[in-house]
């Protein structure tokens, strides 16, 4: 039986806190853990700064084997991770196991992405000294390390977004220190995790700096940490209002730095008439367990469907109402997140020219599904129903015709994903929707349900705002670690002086 000792890891030291907090698991015993103070932030900056002038200038092979060593011990404390995990947060011990696998995987290919050294874009323009009228001198470019970031724990994923979570994997694959501002929701998942980093700080004999957890904290700490001089950006993966008020922060400082933050969207699906027709209660029972899986609280959870007003249509809403009506209630991760989806449903459900399909109830802690209808126009007409409600509720939008369907494609927000149901005869009428979906979205789908997002090199997880604020970064991928290198170019550089991964043999 885990029992968290509940202190912050500051720069190699476990530091307790004057004031505590408490957590509030779904299931079992809270615990008491040291909230985070302003002296925390300053202490785990300077230790990252000064971590940073040794690993930013580790080899690759010492930054691959300090990730796979992170990925040994988070799986050495696997049941330990498990319980207190499916304690805190409600998930299931499946969910949970799989989650934790992720994480180490990701762990795992950003060591082997980094020992290929394909990330660091190595560019040579040789010199040539006879050239008129004026001579080139000899160039040399490739990524380097920004220094410490600071990254901020997501509520829904306790292990892939969070502690060791992609932000954190992607920063230290890149070379930069890192301090993590823990989730309220599950510190004490966090701590064991942080514990596994700080096993494999001490094994590969790596300067403690390279690695701070400080948990919960009041507003002013997460405040404090985005604004500290010696940090130069920030990953960020949870609610539109908290990012953007981060975002805005890091804008303002006096030197302004990269905010990655990862806001989530309603990620809209698409029913073209043909696919309607012929499989439209198929997608519909598909739609229906991707929007509840987890209950819904997922960034890449489909809210809408848009469909093509008609029989089609309305069977289509009946077989989605129906898979839905088999969903049994799931505990929330939070009770707040609870709270904010029974306040979305009530949002929706107010909302001028919108139908109940499917209505259920909910208590304090749990999610069941909800089903609503409403018209194409009438979604035009009511920005309120594009904003996301973080749980199993899905909008069914009906459009009169493919020009309609098309204008709800065009007044589309940002969004993480975009999904086309079609056949083969859709294809013309598709045609015409992949450039809109291509300028809304990080991750086109056809014929697929978003949820799950699978970490590899192709893999895009962001998009135009407001799905993240970045909207040429991805948070998952291997293509994550650029968004925490610069381009340094070497004018004349002596081979001797060039950083190691630029010496010519």
Request: proline share 6%; glycine share 10%; aromatic share 8%.
């Amino acid at each position: 039986m885990f029992h968290p000792h509940g202190k912050h890891l500051i720069a190699g030291n476990w530091v307790e806190g004057d004031e505590t907090f408490t957590s509030s698991p779904a299931s079992g015993l809270p615990h008491s853990f040291s909230a985070g103070r302003l002296s925390d932030v300053n202490a785990a900056a300077l230790g990252a700064e000064e971590a940073f002038w040794s690993f930013g200038y580790s080899s690759r092979k010492e930054r691959a084997a300090f990730l796979n060593a992170i990925a040994d011990e988070i799986d050495a404390r696997a049941d330990q991770i498990t319980q207190i995990g499916c304690s805190e947060t409600g998930l299931p011990e499946m969910r949970l196991t799989g989650e934790r696998g992720r994480t180490t995987g990701q762990l795992r290919l950003f060591a082997d992405h980094v020992l290929q050294g394909d990330y660091l874009d190595r560019r040579h323009d040789r010199a040539l000294p006879e050239r008129q009228p004026l001579p080139r001198p000899d160039l040399k470019m490739i990524q380097r390390p920004i220094g410490p970031v600071a990254v901020f724990g997501a509520s829904n994923f306790p292990l892939a977004f969070s502690t060791a979570g992609g932000d954190t994997a992607a920063a230290l694959a890149a070379g930069c220190p890192v301090v993590v501002k823990g989730h309220s929701a599950h510190p004490g998942t966090g701590e064991i995790v942080a514990e596994a980093i700080h096993a494999a700080i001490q094994s590969c004999n790596l300067h403690p700096g390279v690695f701070s957890l400080i948990q919960g904290g009041k507003r002013d700490v997460g405040t404090a940490l985005v604004q500290h001089p010696l940090i130069k950006a920030v990953g960020f993966t949870g609610s539109l209002t908290g990012g953007r008020a981060l975002f805005d922060l890091c804008a303002a400082r006096p030197e302004p730095i990269p905010f990655f933050g990862e806001l989530g969207s309603v990620n809209p699906m698409f029913i073209f008439a043909n696919a309607c027709e012929k499989r439209g209660d198929e997608i519909a029972k598909g739609w229906a367990g991707s929007l509840t899986m987890g209950a819904g609280q997922f960034c890449t959870n489909p809210g809408i469907s848009i469909v093509l007003a008609g029989e089609d249509a309305t069977r289509f809403a009946q077989a989605a109402a129906a898979a839905l009506s088999d969903v049994s209630a799931q505990t929330m991760l939070t009770d707040g997140i609870a709270s904010a989806y029974r306040d979305g449903q009530k949002r929706i459900a107010a909302t001028s020219g919108v139908r109940e399909i499917l209505a259920s109830t909910c208590d304090l802690r749990t999610a069941t599904p909800y089903l609503y209808e409403t018209t194409a126009k009438n979604w035009l007409d009511n920005a309120v129903l594009e904003e996301e409600v973080f749980g199993p509720l899905g909008v069914i939008v009906t459009a009169e015709n493919l020009g309609e369907m098309r204008e709800v494609a065009l007044a589309l927000q940002g969004q993480l994903t975009c999904t086309l149901h079609l056949d083969a005869e859709d294809f013309d009428d598709a045609a015409s929707f992949l450039p809109i979906a291509e300028r809304k979205a990080g991750r086109v789908l056809v014929n697929g349900f978003p949820t799950g997002v699978e970490v590899c090199d192709a893999m895009v997880h962001g998009g135009p705002y407001p799905a993240s604020t970045n909207f040429g970064a991805t948070s998952v991928g291997t293509l994550s670690i650029r968004r925490f290198l610069r381009p340094v170019c070497y004018q004349n550089m002596p081979d001797a002086l060039l950083p190691g991964d630029l010496q010519m043999p």
